[in-house]
């Protein structure tokens, strides 16, 4: 069990809940369950206490173990719990039989994620994306909205309950807007391209990354922008796009959804539009935050995600390590002779490591919120975009006549 941080921000209390599993090391799921309690923070739940067990697989009927989920239902009570969220995503079954038990609010990480992608949705691009992953997420899970109605045995369609007929009702009516919100979002994406054709054959580039690393900060001082940024996760939704001007060489530069560990494949598939502009990209930024302890997984999380949008295909990438001046390590002592952790390892050392690792060219470290490496930052930028630009337009010196150099949002 573990405690959390109380924060006056959130209004409903929660337990979390993790499997440590064979595949899974007990420090990595609590890695996960401090990232669970920072996103229930984010939805506005409190996380008191968090409880994790060993299994070799999750129970097919509750997740985890009888014991354990009555040890969670004797304190829910105790600690005035209104909420139980799990790190993982559960099962028709397992939600109606864990809700049964616990006689509260339960939800899972797939679930959570959904509320805060709802109530970070902007535009009617966003919502629309948001609505669509969460009725693909309600479709398998009707049946536990219908359980408290009997549902009577025989042979025929007329000896169906009423549970059966509202359950196929629902699904009729969820399949039709599942359908439709499709239509929509085809609509957007050709508008989209539209969009993109008109901006000509500047020069894109992309921030990528984990959520909340900084790249709206990033976006916000390279394009002298205000776009809305917090330190918390998922604050963008929608894809930015700024004119950048860097010693009068102008380029296109966007702001993406961040990526997570378990990112629900219903929002995968509702945001491949968003994030065409990843694909038609010609430059990205891979922004990472260099004070989270875990930050070399998420950035194989990231490069993970990145190949299953881009198909495999490799673009040219700026690794950017951004929050220097949050960067914390104890070195070891001098007569400690065990192997060095990443806990152990300076900046300096660190940037040895990923620079030789990467390319010299292709690292930086930065504090976006400092302003310390920025001039670096715009110095790389222009000569990775001069490169694509002598090329694409080898007599040409400039690309003024496209746009004016007001640095004004060219899409939402």
Known sequence: ????????????????????????????????????????????????????????????????????????????????????????????????????????RVLDRTSLILD???????????????????????????????????????????????????????????????????EELDKIAKQKVVQRKNRGKMVRVALVGYTNVGKSTILNLLAKSEVFAENKLFATLDTTVRKVVVKNLPFLLSDTVGFIRKLPTELIESFKSTLDEVKESDILIHVVDVSHPAFEEQIAVVNQTLSEILDGEKKPTILIFNKVDAFTFEPKDEDDLTPATKENISLEELKKTWMAKQGEEDVLFISAKEGLGIEELKERLY??????????????????????????????
């Open 116 to 182: 805060i992608f709802a109530s970070r949705a902007r535009t009617a691009h966003a919502k629309t994306q948001v609505e669509l992953a969460q009725y693909n997420y309600l479709l398998p899970r009707l049946t536990r909205l219908w359980s408290h109605l009997d549902r009577q045995r025989g042979g025929g369609a007329l000896m169906r309950g009423p549970g059966e007929t509202q359950l196929e009702t629902d699904r009729r009516i969820v399949l039709d807007k599942i359908a439709k919100l499709k």
């Open 383 to 412: 000569e990775r975009v001069k490169e694509i630009h002598v090329t694409r337009f080898p007599y040409d010196d400039f690309l003024f006549s496209y746009y004016d150099e007001t640095g004004e949002e060219m899409s939402h």
């Open 1 to 104: 069990m573990r405690d959390f941080i109380k924060t006056d921000a959130a209004t409903d209390r929660a337990y979390l809940v993790g499997l440590v599993t064979p595949d899974e090391s007990e420090q990595e799921v609590n890695e996960y369950l401090e990232e669970l309690a920072f996103l229930a923070h984010t939805a506005q739940i409190q996380a008191v206490e968090s409880f994790t067990q060993r299994l070799e697989h999750p129970n097919g009927a509750t997740f985890i173990g009888s014991g354990k989920l009555q040890e969670i239902a004797d304190k829910i009570e105790e600690d005035e719990i209104g909420t139980v969220i799990f790190d993982d995503e559960l099962s028709p079954n397992q939600m109606r039989n864990i809700e049964q038990k616990l006689k509260v």
